[in-house]
């Protein structure tokens, strides 16, 4: 867990450094260098609408990190939150998400992976707002850290006998 509060440290550090006179920073700001590290856990996730509404619909996995396949179990980049996840789980992101639109500032939380039959498994989640015109956010950044026991992907290697 300290290893994921360090990541997410990380990240927040980045993103407010590129805050200009108060003004949010734009998907043109990220420099991917800057972030080489985290970029398997970095995800961008684009708003469709400037007033979500709490809507799962409105917000599209635009960018998701090579690490993030293993907690998905599948490649999300592309996809809407109604087609990656359960109904439920869906409002729950859609909520949230649309809290980082609404006031323009971080989310943080922890979301247990059970939906995916991984119960010793959580997503330790960081969402922070970019907007192209500095006040409106039309882009989120996430960053997500898996804590607990991750086997989900079996690699095929097994030991002799």
Not at 29 to 45: C, E, F, G, N, Y
Not at 54 to 77: D, K, M
Not at 90 to 109: D, I, S
Request: with cysteine; aromatic share 8%; net charge neutral.
């Amino acid at each position: 867990m300290l290893a994921a509060l360090r990541s997410h440290e990380d990240i927040f550090r980045y993103w407010k450094s590129l805050r200009r006179c108060g003004r949010l920073p734009s998907r043109q700001d990220l420099d991917p260098v800057a972030i080489k590290r985290r970029l398997p856990t970095i995800s961008l996730i684009d708003v469709l609408s400037p007033n979500p509404e709490n809507n799962p619909e409105v917000f599209r996995q635009r960018l998701a990190g090579t690490e993030l396949f293993t907690a998905y179990g599948e490649e999300i980049t592309g996809k809407r939150l109604d087609s990656i996840y359960t109904e439920p789980e869906a409002q729950y992101w859609a909520e949230h998400l649309t809290f980082v639109v609404e006031t323009g500032k971080p989310n943080v939380g922890l979301h247990s992976m059970a939906w995916r039959g991984a119960k010793g498994l959580s997503l330790f989640w960081l969402r922070l707002p970019l907007a192209s015109d500095g006040v409106n956010v039309d882009m989120i950044l996430g960053h997500d850290a898996l804590i607990g026991k991750v086997d989900l992907v079996q690699s095929g290697i097994r030991s002799a006998s």
